[in-house]
Structures are given as structure tokens and as C-alpha cells.
Nanobody, 123 residues
């Protein structure tokens, strides 16, 4: 079981950027990282995933071209770079680990979760 700690959220003006970090501790080295958002009044949604071998999939059309996922396997840290932020991006963002090389679209496939970090986009 991995333990994930997130950082990097906060308040940003529209058009600004943030980079979220997700650092893992534990023995496992082979895991995919999913990034999820939970907006007020909505279901938790997977917006991106990066596999163990650095393949990135962005699932949410509204963030394509603005958000990107990356990871440093030596540092055991994954990142979500968010650019051109909009008020509708306001949400709690979570990272989660799946104990295999590949990504999944199913929330239930992710067994370890970060604590979540609030991102607020507002002027």
C-alpha cells in the first residue's frame, strides 16, 4: 500500500497556473497515478492518468491543452501542471495510485489516495 501526500493547491486568478505534486512513500515501484477532481455538487471525476512508463492520458476534454501530467519515478513524485486556469476548474484535486503499470478509468481500481488539495480559481 502506498501513502500519497499532495501539495500545491491554492487560490489563483483566472488565466494563472498551478502545479500539483503527489509524493508516494512505500515499497511499491510499479503503479499508475490518476488525477481526479471533485467539484462542488458533482461526482468525483478522473481527469488524467499517467502510467508507470510515463504514458499520459487526459480524459476530460475541457482541460486538454491546458493540463498535463508527468512524474519523476526516482523522486516517486507525480505532477499535474495546470495552465490557463478557469473558475470552473475550482475543485478539490486528488491523486490516486493503482498498483499496476497501466491506467484505468475506474475509481475503484485506485487503492491509495492522497488527502486532496483545494484549487480555487477566482479574481
Amino acid at each position: 500500500q502506498l501513502h500519497l501526500v499532495e501539495s500545491g493547491g491554492g487560490l489563483v486568478q483566472p488565466g494563472g497556473s498551478l502545479r500539483l505534486s503527489c509524493t508516494a512513500s512505500g515499497l511499491s515501484k510499479n503503479y499508475a497515478i490518476g488525477w481526479f477532481l471533485h467539484a462542488p455538487g458533482k461526482e468525483r471525476e478522473e481527469l488524467a492518468c499517467i502510467s508507470r512508463n510515463l504514458g499520459v492520458t487526459i480524459y476530460v476534454a475541457s482541460v486538454k491543452g491546458r493540463f498535463n501530467a508527468s512524474r519523476d519515478n526516482v523522486k516517486k513524485t507525480a505532477y499535474l501542471q495546470m495552465n490557463s486556469l478557469k473558475p470552473e476548474d475550482t475543485a478539490i484535486y486528488y491523486c490516486a495510485a493503482r498498483g499496476t503499470f497501466t491506467c484505468s478509468r475506474y475509481v475503484s481500481d485506485f487503492g491509495s489516495w492522497g488527502q486532496g488539495t483545494q484549487v480555487t480559481v477566482s479574481s
